[in-house]
């Protein structure tokens, strides 16, 4: 299967790698708005959907490949792959099916310019009208037991970043297994400027990873 999985790897723009991250400026703050809403992410979302013999999801696409099974961001019920209870339900479904079915490994990835933008806070906000108490700690355990699948994740998780990953979709990937990055992905965690606690166990795994001084 390891043609099929670099073929996998190509159609998501990782042929060229780079293992280094750079510093985010504010022309690539501005990166996802230039790319929102592009035609060019409507039609790859389309095709990518309607090339799929079967699939059960609405966030996400699920391909069954030749020995390992290939998750793709691809999200309906937010912008920009970014994720809220409902995202992250379907991603850790694919994650439990791929983790009893005969795939040897899981590869994660995402459909357009923008790999993940982290929590979905427009959601979460619409929802604090109602009951802050109870929908914090509803967003709060989504959270915790999206992490922890990866966690408990005893399959390989390739991961393909081909663009942005901010805030989880950053913090998850010291969780897996192997991060591949083409030249247009980037990294940014702004915790502190959303007053936000650290997530995705990030205050373990970025130390160890960069050292304490970064």
């Not at 793709?72 to 991603?91: A, D, F, G, Q, R």
Request: aromatic content about 10%; glycine content about 6%; proline content about 4%.
């Amino acid at each position: 299967g390891t043609p099929t999985f670099m073929e996998a790897l190509a159609a998501n723009g990782t042929t060229n790698l780079q293992t280094s991250v750079t510093g985010v400026t504010g022309s690539k703050r501005r990166f996802i708005d230039d790319r929102r809403d592009q035609p060019f992410d409507k039609r790859l979302r389309f095709s990518v959907r309607q090339t799929e013999s079967a699939y059960r999801y609405r966030d996400i696409v699920v391909r069954k490949q030749d020995g390992f099974t290939h998750i793709l961001l691809s999200t309906k019920s937010s912008e920009n792959n970014s994720l809220n209870p409902e995202v992250m339900k379907e991603v850790q479904s694919a994650l439990n099916t791929a983790a009893a079915d005969d795939s040897k490994l899981v590869l994660f990835s995402a459909v357009g310019s923008i790999f993940c933008c982290g929590l979905d806070f427009i959601y979460f906000i619409r929802r604090l009208t109602d009951d802050r108490k109870k929908e914090s700690t509803k967003m709060a355990e989504a959270i915790r037991n999206f992490v922890n699948t990866f966690i408990q994740f005893k399959k390989p998780i390739i991961v393909a970043v081909n663009g942005p990953a901010i805030g989880l979709g950053a913090s998850i990937l010291p969780l897996c297994d192997v991060v591949w990055a083409n030249e247009k992905a980037w990294f940014q965690t702004p915790y502190t400027t959303f007053g936000q606690s650290p997530d995705g166990c990030s205050s373990l795994t970025f130390p160890r990873i960069m050292g304490l001084a970064s």
